[in-house]
């Protein structure tokens, strides 16, 4: 692993350094977790207001079940995003594997295939199931490509999105992490700002 930068430990210090390295980038990487989807009225699963806690999970395979916007982070002009968990916005065919938008709310019940008619369930990673190996390979090309990368809201514990950072970090990219308290990650880090996501990020873009 590359040494780490000599920064300052004061905040302040550290915000400029992470405002500078970020203009300064040809590329960025960002890992969001539960933190900016809470922050944007999004609720979370996990948590003493978790969802799991007040639904069933089959309550939870609709998006009027705790979405009412569409995929926040595509409407905020994201580009090349990797949803590891999958979208609720999409189904997926038990049948054929088809994937398709939809944004039906209520969705009908039970859903049925356009193309061969089988039934269809969303298409999100639920409990015991795998990521699909091709989100995860280009989540990993993302952190040994990228110069800046920048991770908000995330516990990291949770893996393989936990490993991002010190994939990043041994290919020489400058880390950011911005949550409210401090990961397994943050001694890896090269600036840890602390606080919520609506309040780091627009400090760090002003």
């Given at each position: 692993m590359p040494p780490r930068r000599g920064l300052s430990d004061t905040p302040m210090d550290g915000m400029e350094e992470a405002r500078k390295r970020l203009e300064a980038a040809g590329s960025v990487a960002v890992l969001t977790g539960a933190g900016i989807s809470a922050d944007s009225g999004v609720p979370?699963?996990?948590?003493?207001?978790?969802?799991?806690?007040?639904?069933?999970?089959?309550?939870l395979a609709t998006p009027e079940a705790f979405l009412r916007d569409p995929g926040l982070v595509w409407e905020a002009g994201s580009r090349n995003v990797v949803e590891l968990h999958g979208n609720i916005w999409k189904v997926r065919c038990t049948a054929c594997g088809e994937v398709s938008d939809n944004r039906d709310v209520p969705i009908a019940i039970p859903p049925h295939c356009e193309k061969c008619g089988g039934l269809l369930r969303p298409h999100i990673v639920w409990f015991g199931e795998s990521l699909d190996p091709d989100?995860?390979?280009?989540?990993?090309?993302?952190?040994?490509?990228?110069?800046?990368?920048?991770?908000?809201?995330?516990?990291?514990?949770v893996q393989p999105a936990a490993s991002f950072v010190s994939v990043a970090r041994r290919a020489g990219a400058f880390v950011i992490e911005a949550n409210l308290d401090p990961t397994p990650n943050t001694g890896i880090a090269?600036?840890?700002l602390s606080g919520r996501a609506a309040e780091v990020l627009p400090a760090l873009v002003p």
């Open positions: 979370t699963f996990r948590g003493p207001d978790g969802l799991w806690r007040n639904f069933r999970p089959e309550e989100d995860v390979q280009a989540a990993f090309d993302a952190a040994e490509s990228c110069e800046v990368f920048l991770v908000v809201g995330t516990s990291g514990v090269d600036v840890h």
